[in-house]
């Protein structure tokens, strides 16, 4: 079995590379053609059936790929919008987890409010992936790809718990309010703690412990995994607690990794999430094949399973719009000096229509899906492969349909008329923390040069002090000793301090703070190996 697998595996892998190749020069995100793929690929004769395991979707790759979303999410910008992140990542799942329960039990014959509840909880969350690589060919404000962003991270959590809960009143035939608010309630509280807590055990492990560029990114590699891991022991959310230790040790990454540590694990990180997302839309077409014969042994024709799968798919859209209008409204009501913001900064009423229209499913619904047991009280699971079937339509329909459109429909309603501007805006921080930063150092430089004595006529010290006085990046380092080394590496971390303080300024993007503490590390690297 092993020696059939194993050259599947690579071939899965080298048509990931390639497809993502095309997907670049086709301007269209690559999870749109390994779905597409995966379902060509599983109509070859002769390949091997892949049948997956819930547990390994959960275990191997949810946990990294939410810990690395974390890491890149702006944390600053998910509390300067954590009401309508908040909402979107609970209400909103909550209410189109009970439109699709209502709906299927209304449509489907036999489907009971319990088993729409189970299907509503597993299509309801968007997918982070899958957004993300969408909106990455689409201009949008940035904060709307944070809302995006940080809801996707969040609204695992709350769509596994109303999955969760739904699985046990099937089973029972009846739901406990007061047993189900109290496990709710521990199951975010003790996600987040457990989070936090293994959060803070790595980053002292990190501090204490002699450890190189190599060693802290094995860590960062099997951190998610004790998050997620003891999370589940202790039957609490485990995606809150990934997310959670994330966001915190991605808030603390300047006070325990170093420069080399950053940069070696930024690189391996993409690599490493790259390929899992490639396997996980590679199985999603993959598997569907099977689901299909599944239906067809149930006795359900394949055509009015497309329906109900179509009917789902589109009550899905509709309630992301409706909820998107709904939270347009109550900020005009109840936050008017935010709505008349969003207003200056050319939000149109078609915002909403595109909020509505990056809706993404993907990996958390797959995982769910699969995640139905065979058997409940000793019978069959009912309807238990046209959940499946419906969910793999969901995510088929919302990836390929929406996101090949969506960037049409942006182009096509303007939701986001004032985005030239604010583009302008980026920019002008852009040059006036370039700015800042230069200030910053050249006064530090010119006060050490002026006030200590060692410093006087030294050839080197002169360089710097010139480098920074014309902002000119001078290639010649061979004049660099240990002293001016030394310096140099004091004045980098001179600047990730300035830029650390920079970004408590609310107005200020994270994200090109980040990209110049980047930059400052790859000089830092240069420098360092003189």
């Keep these: 079995m092993l020696h059939e697998l194993l050259p599947f595996g690579l071939i899965m892998v080298f048509i990931i590379v390639l497809l993502n190749i095309w997907a670049t020069k086709l301007k269209i995100a690559y999870p749109i053609l390994l779905v597409l793929a995966g379902l060509g690929i599983s109509f070859i004769p002769g390949l ?25 999410v702006s944390f600053k910008e998910m509390k300067k919008w954590w009401r309508i992140i908040g909402s979107f990542a609970f209400l909103v799942v909550f209410f189109t987890a009970f439109l699709v329960a209502i709906t299927a039990n209304h449509f489907i014959p036999g489907f009971s409010i319990a088993l729409g509840f189970v299907l509503g909880g597993i299509v309801s969350p968007p997918d982070a992936v899958s957004t993300g690589a969408i909106t990455k060919f689409v201009k949008i404000p940035k904060s709307t790809s944070a809302i995006l962003e940080g ?51 790595f980053m002292k492990i990190h501090k204490k412990w002699s450890t190189d560029r190599v060693s802290d990114t094995a860590l960062t590699l099997i951190a998610p995994y004790f998050m997620y891991w003891l999370a589940e022991q202790a039957h609490c959310s485990g995606v809150l607690a990934v997310v959670s230790g994330g966001l915190f040790l991605s808030s603390q990454r300047l006070s325990f990794l170093s420069s080399s540590s950053r940069i070696t694990g930024f690189s391996v990180w993409q690599s490493f999430v790259f390929i899992l997302n490639g396997i996980v839309f590679l199985i999603i077409g993959l598997e569907l094949p099977e689901i299909v014969d599944g239906i067809k042994a149930n006795g359900i024709p394949l055509e009015t399973a497309i329906i109900y799968g179509a009917i789902v798919t589109l009550v899905l859209i509709l309630a992301r719009m409706v909820s998107s209008y709904i939270a347009i409204f109550a900020t005009i009501i109840f936050r008017p000096k935010v709505a008349h913001n969003m207003q200056q900064q050319g939000r149109s009423w078609w915002a909403p229509l595109a909020m509505g229209w990056t809706g993404m499913r993907g990996v958390v619904s797959l995982a769910a899906a699969l995640s139905i047991p065979l058997q409940l009280n000793g019978e069959p699971f009912p309807h ?32 986001f008329s004032g985005l030239a501007n604010l583009e302008h805006d980026e920019q002008e921080t852009r040059q006036h923390i370039k700015k800042g930063l230069k200030q910053h150092v050249y006064d530090h430089i010119k006060n050490k040069f002026e006030s200590e004595e060692r410093w006087q006529g030294h050839a080197g010290m002169e360089k710097v002090l010139k ?28 600047q990730r301090n300035y830029l650390h303080e920079l970004n408590k300024d609310p107005k200020i993007d994270e994200e090109i703070i980040r990209m110049q503490v980047y930059q400052i590390d790859l000089e830092e690297e240069r420098i360092r190996y003189v």
Aim: aromatic share 14%; net charge negative; proline share 4%.
């Design 48 to 72: 091997p059936v892949i049948r997956i395991d819930p547990d390994m979707i959960f275990l191997i790759f949810l946990p990294p790929l939410l810990y690395e979303a974390s890491w890149t």
């Design 151 to 201: 809801e996707s991270l969040l609204n695992d959590a709350s769509s596994l718990i109303v999955f969760r809960f739904a699985l046990v009143a099937v089973g029972t035939g009846q739901f406990i309010w007061q047993t189900a608010i109290k496990d709710f309630l521990w199951m975010l509280v003790g996600g987040v703690g457990t989070g936090l807590i293994v959060g803070f055990i």
């Design 384 to 415: 238990r492969n046209l959940i499946l079937f419906i969910t793999f339509e969901a995510i088929l329909l919302t990836l390929v349909v929406q996101g090949l459109t969506l960037p049409w429909v942006i182009s096509k309603f303007k939701p």
């Design 467 to 494: 480098h920074w006085e014309n902002q000119a990046n001078t290639q010649d380092i061979r004049w660099i000793d240990d002293d001016i080394k030394a310096v140099l590496l004091e004045m980098f971390e001179l």
